[in-house]
């Protein structure tokens, strides 16, 4: 376990040169479940250590991770990520006795994640979830330079993660420090693509540029899960199947 300090990081660049694997998600087994993502990342990431990679999963830190890992220790310190307007703190942990498998570090940023439910509560979902995703993708793209060592190779799953392919290709500084990063995005469920009101474009960070029906934009509505504005130029990407 790395001492609370960005000077030892959570992965080494391995030998080989292989990229480690990171993945965002919302959901992860058995820490965070609604539905088969849960499962499905939590497999795959499985099955990628066992092929001999390193794995590197990002989960939000809900309040049901602690029924499952009720001792954290810290990773580094507390970084704050702004969108919009208004910036929020965020730090990041591991469990103090890791199972054996792909790395999981929890990103938490209480404002957003310390609530009831994973997406809203009493049959409604939260009105900001949104920005809840949009400030969890940030992080994680601020995180992997300070925990990973070496190359990576991102892998988003669903909406909740796909903003953070949108901010690689569409801010400098992460244009410049993921220029050679391949990315992937998996869409689950392709019913559930992230539709939101576009008064939300500065509150997840989005330029108001990529508001138009060749990125986000959708028959009025914010898409985000089609926010990559060079989609077209990575083939590994992985497009949802239809717009509805």
Known sequence: MPTPSWGSPLVR????????IVHLTAEYSPY?????????VMGLANVQVRNG???????????????????LAPLGRPITVSLGFRSEEVRFFREVHAPKGPKVVFVDIPAAFARGGLYGEGGRDYADNARRFALYSRAVLDAIPRLIAGPVLVHAHDWHASL???YMRSYADLRERFADT????????GGYQGHFPASQLNDCGIPPELFTFRHV??????????GRPDARRHGGDRQPQSRH
């Open 13 to 20: 660049a391995p030998q080989s040169g292989a990229p480690t």
């Open 164 to 166: 953070a392919l949108m």
């Open 182 to 189: 391949p990315t992937v995005l998996t869409v689950h469920n």
């Open 53 to 71: 990679a390193n794995v590197v999963v990002f989960v939000p830190l809900y309040r049901t991770v602690r029924d499952h890992a009720p001792d």
């Open 217 to 226: 934009e959708w028959y009025g509505l914010i898409n985000i899960s089609e």
């Open 32 to 40: 965070a479940r609604s539905g088969g993502l849960a499962e499905a």
